[in-house]
């Protein structure tokens, strides 16, 4: 199995600009999650999915993120517009048990 | 989810067991027990899973205590490789569920040569 795969691996963009983050999950998954890592905050979840539905989306930081799960194979998490504190490592992991990570999307906003 | 601690670092000589504590004094009897290392710039990794009994796999050995306060993750013969951040996490339910990890400080294990 190719395991949890994201894209970009490595984004720059500039203050304002929209990011988008992309994940496919492991096949046969039925959940998803998106975290973020920080130094200063380590790892947090963001929002998860189950079925493709949101189920908790309690530590998205603000309106300017937004995540979906169009279907079982692919899920988006959108930052609109940047800022530079939203310079992190974002991270999406998939379960049907056990929680499997990807390799994670290093964003920098300058 | 029950709260766990951690030691902040350890060290291991390479070839020798690391003996990884975690304290989780407020568990509840449906929390499992969870192991997953984050090597560095890569995502966190499973390592294995517990509930009372004591477990092993491939990777390492899970040792839960009786009275399930506290635990052991244990690699026998550890190698450079095994050089990570060890998180402990607790969580309500078993593997199935879809319930999200919430990752603490973890331990930052170094392999010395």
């Known amino acids: 199995d190719a395991g949890v795969i994201q894209s970009p691996r490595h984004e720059v963009t500039e203050m304002g600009q929209e990011v988008t983050l992309r994940c496919k999950p492991i096949s046969g998954h039925n959940s998803l999650f998106w975290y973020r890592q920080t130094m200063m905050r380590g790892l947090e979840l963001l929002i998860y999915?189950?079925?493709?539905?949101?189920?908790?989306d309690s530590g998205m930081p603000e309106d300017r993120f937004s995540a979906k799960m169009p279907n079982a194979s692919f899920s988006t998490l959108k930052i609109q517009p940047s800022e530079p504190r939203d310079s992190a490592v974002y991270f999406c992991?998939?379960?049907?048990?056990?929680?499997?990570f990807g390799e994670g999307s290093w964003l920098t906003v300058v | 989810d029950a709260k766990t601690t951690q030691p902040p670092s350890m060290d291991c000589a390479e070839g020798r067991a690391a003996n990884l504590p975690c304290n989780h004094s407020t568990i509840s009897g449906n929390e499992y027990v969870y192991w997953y290392r984050q090597i560095h710039s890569q995502g966190p990794q499973y390592i294995i899973h517990?509930?009372?009994n004591n477990e092993t796999n491939e990777m390492a050995s899970l040792i839960i205590t009786e009275d399930r306060k506290s635990s052991t993750l244990i690699l026998p013969h550890a190698t450079l490789r095994d050089t990570a951040v060890y998180y402990c996490i607790v969580r309500v339910g078993n593997p199935g569920s879809a319930r999200q990890l919430t990752f603490g400080s973890g331990t930052q294990l170094t392999v010395l040569p």
């Open positions: 992991a998939s379960s049907l048990g056990s929680i499997y």
């Open positions: 517990g509930l009372k």
């Open positions: 999915f189950n079925n493709n539905v949101p189920i908790d």
